[in-house]
């Protein structure tokens, strides 16, 4: 990994790196981290680096349809953020209702589709509304999918899969040995995604090096690139910094390089 992208200081960032146009990632993956850390450095609430976030999103949607991503997937609420404090939660909830409420506008003119995988059922009525009317609302656009992961777990997510798959066992209209790989795929949150399914390319902001139950299946052969600065501060340089990382990657998928 490049040290610069361990550096929170931009001033120490080398000039602008050129990016490769025939070798842009179509799926584009994000954790968004760092949050609540953002804020708390600046002496702040949590929920204030909830609401710069949203903020970042803006700025990177526009950034990421503008390098010619196909997919930005979002990792906006996992499964296991109810255990959070319920002021947290219930200001995450409201989140998307504002968000759309303001952006959707911008993502029409934009050419931009909005997407949601997740257990959107277990979500309060407000937020599936907005939710809901954003996907509507941007149906006809066919540029950048932006791809919100909102009560999203991969484990969850797979354990939904194998049960469905089972029941078609348990009916005999499959024979076990009949399951594939594709199948599986087939069966996930991701599925509507097509020919995106899998990330190319995952970004965790804040420093954090881990995965926490995001697209486990569909990251087989993804190539990750951690950052230190937290997702508030998270600017479109950082994004063509990744990407250019990306472009100096080998890509084998367990073969050998050309
Ligand atoms: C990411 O920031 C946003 C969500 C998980 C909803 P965090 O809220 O996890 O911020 P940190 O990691 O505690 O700093
Ligand atoms: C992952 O971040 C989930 C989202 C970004 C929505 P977390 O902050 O919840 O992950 P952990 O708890 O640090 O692993
Ligand atoms: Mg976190």
Same mark, same amino acid.
């Given at each position: 990994?490049?040290?610069? &992208? ?12 050129? &990016? ?15 949050? +609540?850390?953002?804020?708390?450095? @600046?002496?702040?609430? @949590? ?18 349809? /503008?390098? +010619? ?14 255990? @959070? ?14 968000? %759309?409420?303001? %952006? ?16 959107? #059922? *277990?979500?309060? *009525? ?15 656009? #066919? +540029? ?15 354990? $939904? ?26 069966? &996930? ?14 970004? !965790? ?12 299946? *569909? ?15 998270? $600017?479109?340089?950082?994004? /063509? *910094? ?8 080998? !890509? !084998?998928? +367990?073969?050998?390089?050309?």
């Amino acid at each position: 990994m490049f040290s610069w &992208l361990n550096n929170n200081n931009q001033s120490e960032m080398p000039e602008k790196k050129e &990016l490769d146009p025939d070798n842009i990632p179509a799926h584009v993956a994000i954790i968004m981290d760092g949050n +609540g850390r953002w804020a708390q450095k @600046r002496h702040l609430p @949590r929920v204030a680096g909830h609401k710069q976030g949203m903020n970042t999103v803006k700025t990177i949607t526009k950034a990421a349809s /503008n390098l +010619g991503i196909k997919v930005l997937t979002l990792y906006a609420f996992s499964t296991e953020n109810w255990k @959070r404090p319920e002021d947290e939660v219930n200001y995450l909830m409201k989140l998307p209702v504002d968000f %759309f409420d303001d %952006f959707v506008p911008e993502l029409i003119a934009n050419n931009v589709r909005v997407n949601v995988m997740g257990y959107t #059922d *277990q979500l309060p *009525q407000k937020t599936q509304t907005a939710v809901a009317n954003a996907i509507k609302d941007t149906q006809d656009c #066919d +540029g950048m999918v932006l791809n919100f992961a909102l009560n999203y777990g991969s484990r969850a997510e797979i354990t $939904t899969a194998v049960q469905t798959i089972a029941k078609s066992v348990q009916q005999g209209e499959l024979k076990p040995e009949d399951i594939s790989s594709e199948m599986i795929s087939a069966h &996930l949150m991701t599925a509507p995604l097509g020919q995106y399914q899998d990330p190319d390319l995952v970004i !965790r902001t804040s420093g954090e090096e881990r995965i926490s139950n995001f697209l486990l299946w *569909q990251i087989a052969y993804s190539e990750f690139v951690f950052m230190a600065p937290h997702w508030p501060e998270f $600017t479109a340089d950082l994004l /063509n *910094q990744a990407v250019y990382e990306y472009q100096h990657r080998k !890509r !084998r998928f +367990g073969g050998l390089t050309k």
